[in-house]
C-alpha cells in the first residue's frame, strides 16, 4: 500500500501501539458498562425437552393395510416436525393448559425449536424467569405437541374406519361373505389402532430445572463488549488514519519511526545568540534542550575518532538549520574541534547563525563553517558517494564532529546522498505541522539510503516544565529565531 493513503501490516502496528491507550480505555469503558448492565438485569433459566418423532400414518395406507407413512426425505420429515412443534395452535394449548397469563406472543417467543442433526430428534428450549417455569414451559409445550400429533393420526385413523364403513354400507349386497368379513375385520383393528395411536411421537426426554440462570452473565458479556469495542475501536483508528495526517503525540511519532527523542526543544524565544548556561540571554529551558542533545551525540562518538553527524528533516520549515547551528555551537562551547558543513544545497541560511555571534566574536576557534564552493567542501550540484565519502573523511581527520545540515530527505534525493555517506543521522520533527505521509515519506528515504538514524528532535515542543534557571529581568525575547 503507499504511504499517503493505506496501511501495511508494520505502519498499523506502529498505529495501534501509538493508540494502544485510547483502545485499551474503549476496551475496558465498554466492558465495565456491560458488566453494569448486566448486573441490572432480571435472570432468566433454560430448560430443553427433547421430542422423538416418528412416521404418521396416512389414510390411504390405511385402507390396504399397508405401512406407508409417505416418501418424504428427511430433511423434509425435519421441517414438518419443527413446523409442528411451532404451531400457534400448540402455543394455545399450552396457555390453556398452564392457565398463565402470559400472552400468546411472550409464550411463543420463550421457545426455540431446533433439529437434533439429521435425526428425528427436536429439542424445544424455554426461556423464563424461574427455573421451574423454564422447566415446566418446555416440558408441557413437548407433551401438547405429543397430543396434537396423536390428535391428528386419530383423526387420520377414523378418516380410514369412515371410509371403510360408507364402503361396506354401499356395496354390502355385492360383497361376498368372506369380502364383507375382511372389511369388517379391517374396521374393528382401526378401531383398536386409534384406541392406542400415540402419533408416532414422544417425550424422549423431558426438561429438568437447570442449575443455574442463563442469563445474564456479566463476565461474558464484558468480554464480548470489550472485544467488540476493541475491534470497532481498531476499525476507527485505521479509518481516521486514512484521512487524518496529524499526528497527535511523541508516542505516536516514536512508534512511526522506531527512534529514540534526543530532545525536545520547546516552543520559546530562541535568539540567535550563544551563550553558556545561566548566562541569560536565552530561555533556559531551550538551552537545556541543547545541552542534552550535544550529550546524546558526544556518547555516539568513538573515542579518539571523528564522526560525521547528518541534521535532516522531512519538510523544509522544521527547524534542522538551527538544530544544527545550535548543537554545533554547544560543541565547540565544550572544548571539541567541530566542522558545520551547510549542504542545504536548496537553502543555505547556516551562516547567518554564526554572523550574529556577536557577544563571543571569536571566543569558538575550534568551530569552522564549510560551505558548498568552498575549500574541501563539494561544489554544488555533486552527489556521488565516492567524492562525499572522500570530503566527510578529510573533514573527519580535522575535527572531532563534523556537524551538516542537509536538505529535506523527503523532497530532494541529494539529502538521501548526504544521510547515507553520513556516520549518523538526526531527523528534526515539528509536531505541530509534521504530517503522518511526510513522515514516513522521509523514514522510506532513509531506510532506502541504509542511513543510520540515531534518533529524533523534536521541536516547537509543548514547554510544560518551569526552567531549572531562573529568567532574569532583562531577558529580550524579541529576537526569535525562525524555523529553517
Known amino acids: 500500500m503507499s504511504t499517503s493513503a493505506g496501511l501495511d501490516l508494520p ?38 425437552a427433547v421430542l422423538l418423532f416418528g412416521g404418521t400414518p396416512r389414510a390411504e395406507s390405511l385402507l390396504t393395510g399397508s405401512a406407508d407413512t409417505g416418501s418424504s426425505s428427511a430433511t423434509d420429515t425435519t421441517a414438518t416436525n419443527i413446523g409442528l412443534a411451532s404451531l400457534d395452535t400448540v402455543v394455545a394449548r399450552v396457555k390453556q393448559r398452564l392457565g398463565t397469563p402470559a400472552s400468546l406472543t411472550q409464550l411463543k417467543d420463550a421457545m426455540s425449536i ?61 360383497e361376498s361373505t368372506a369380502d364383507l368379513a375382511t372389511l369388517k375385520q379391517r374396521v374393528s383393528q382401526l378401531v383398536a389402532l386409534k384406541a392406542v395411536q400415540t402419533g408416532d411421537v414422544r417425550v424422549a426426554e423431558p426438561a429438568i430445572p437447570p442449575r443455574s ?36 503525540d511523541e508516542g505516536e511519532l516514536a512508534a512511526l519511526i522506531s527512534a529514540p527523542v534526543l530532545a525536545r526543544i520547546p516552543e520559546v524565544a530562541r535568539p540567535r545568540r550563544f551563550t553558556p ?68 544545497l536548496r537553502s543555505q541560511t547556516l551562516h547567518t547563525y554564526f554572523e550574529a555571534r556577536d557577544v563571543l566574536g571569536g571566543a569558538l576557534p575550534n568551530l569552522r563553517l564549510v560551505r558548498p564552493g568552498e575549500e574541501t567542501a563539494l561544489p554544488i550540484g555533486v552527489s556521488g558517494r565516492e567524492p562525499m565519502r572522500e570530503m566527510f573523511d578529510e573533514l573527519r581527520d580535522k575535527a572531532d564532529f563534523v556537524v551538516v545540515d542537509t536538505s529535506p530527505v523527503a523532497i530532494v534525493a541529494h539529502a538521501s546522498a548526504v544521510a547515507a555517506t553520513a556516520d549518523e543521522v538526526i531527523l528534526v520533527v515539528d509536531l505541530k505541522r509534521i504530517r503522518r505521509k511526510d513522515l514516513l515519506a522521509a523514514k522510506e528515504q532513509l531506510a532506502n539510503a541504509r542511513a543510520k538514524l540515531i534518533g529524533i528532535v523534536l521541536n516547537r515542543a509543548a514547554h510544560e516544565v518551569a526552567a531549572y534557571y531562573p529568567q532574569p529581568s532583562h531577558v529580550q525575547k524579541t529576537d526569535v529565531v525562525t524555523n529553517s
Open 11 to 48: 505502519k498499523l502496528l506502529a498505529l495501534l501501539k501509538a493508540r494502544a491507550g485510547l483502545l485499551i480505555a474503549m476496551t475496558l469503558i465498554a466492558a465495565g458498562l456491560a458488566f453494569i448492565v448486566s448486573l441490572g438485569q432480571a435472570e432468566k433459566y433454560k430448560a430443553s
Open 114 to 174: 431446533e433439529a437434533q442433526g439429521t435425526s428425528n430428534l427436536v429439542k424445544l428450549t424455554a426461556e423464563w424467569t424461574t427455573d421451574n417455569g423454564a422447566a415446566l414451559l418446555a416440558t408441557t409445550f413437548a407433551e401438547q405437541v405429543v397430543a396434537l400429533r396423536r390428535e391428528m393420526a386419530q383423526a387420520e385413523i377414523q378418516r380410514a374406519i369412515d371410509a371403510l364403513k360408507r364402503t361396506i354400507a354401499a356395496e354390502g349386497q355385492g
Open 213 to 248: 440462570a442463563s442469563s445474564p452473565r456479566p463476565v461474558f458479556n464484558a468480554v464480548a463488549a470489550g472485544l467488540v469495542a476493541l475491534l470497532l475501536g481498531i476499525g476507527v483508528v485505521v479509518l481516521l488514519a486514512r484521512f487524518d495526517q496529524r499526528i497527535r
Open 277 to 344: 548556561a545561566g548566562a541569560g540571554d536565552e530561555e533556559s529551558s531551550f538551552l537545556e534542550a541543547i545541552q542534552f542533545l550535544r550529550l546524546n551525540i558526544q556518547r555516539t562518538r568513538p573515542e579518539g575518532q571523528g564522526i560525521v553527524v547528518a541534521v535532516t528533516s522531512a519538510l523544509p520549515g522544521d527547524g534542522k538549520t538551527m538544530v544544527v547551528a545550535w548543537l554545533a555551537q554547544s560543541l565547540a562551547f565544550n572544548e571539541a574541534e567541530v566542522v558545520a558543513v551547510d549542504y542545504d
